[in-house]
Structure formats: C-alpha cells, structure tokens
Nanobody
Framework: VQLVESGGGLVQPGGSLRLSCVTS????????MFWVRQAPGKSIEWVSL???????QYTDSVKGRFTVSRDNAKNTLYLQMNTLRPEDTAVYYC????????RGKGTLVTVSS
C-alpha cells in the first residue's frame, strides 16, 4: 500500500491550496478515505472523510472552507482548502482510517503572513 501526498506549501492567511494523494496497492474505489493533520506539538486530528460513494464529512473547524473529493479512475484523493487560517498549519496526511494509523508521509501546509 502506498499513499503519496503533495501540494503543500507556504500560503498567506485567506489563501488556498489543493492537496493531492496518489494511492496504489489496494482497491481505492472501495475504501472510505480520510484526510488527517498534525500540527506542531499536537496529536493527529481527523479533518475529513469521503465515502466510496462520494458522501463527505468534515470536522467543524474546516466546514465551509475545505472540500474533499476523489477520482477513482486515478486512485487519487484531493483536499481543496480555501480561506486558510494560521491554525490550519500542519502536516496533512491522507489515510485509510480516521486515526491516521495507515497514512502517507504527509505534506506540510504553513499558513503565515
């Protein structure tokens, strides 16, 4: 199983980023997939999930700002992040479970002026 995230970087408050996660080694289209994040000095936090059917859920702090999507033909998961805040600064991981036990190596998102 491989999960490879990309798309992170430095962005000013109010800006946007789009994260991608290319997966392989498992039947992606049949799995519920997750984005989790870990801010400096904090534990991993669940951010969003997308069911294999396309239904989505979000943690309260990102509702209305983040959108998770998937392309099953490309085995790829996405996270569109808008109106970013400094408190969104974290390493973002795609994962096969809510706690992020089976996750990729992550991509760093830094929101700062």
């Amino acid at each position: 199983v491989q999960l490879v995230e990309s798309g992170g970087g430095l962005v000013q408050p109010g800006g946007s980023l789009r994260l991608s996660c290319v997966t392989s080694g498992f039947a992606f289209s049949k799995y519920q997939m997750f984005w989790v994040r870990q801010a400096p000095g904090k534990s991993i936090e669940w951010v969003s999930l997308i069911h294999w059917s396309g239904s989505t859920q979000y943690t309260d702090s990102v509702k209305g700002r983040f959108t998770v999507s998937r392309d099953n033909a490309k085995n790829t998961l996405y996270l569109q992040m808008n109106t970013l805040r400094p408190e969104d600064t974290a390493v973002y991981y795609c994962a096969k479970d809510r706690r992020g036990i089976e996750r990729g190596k992550g991509t760093l998102v830094t929101v700062s002026s």
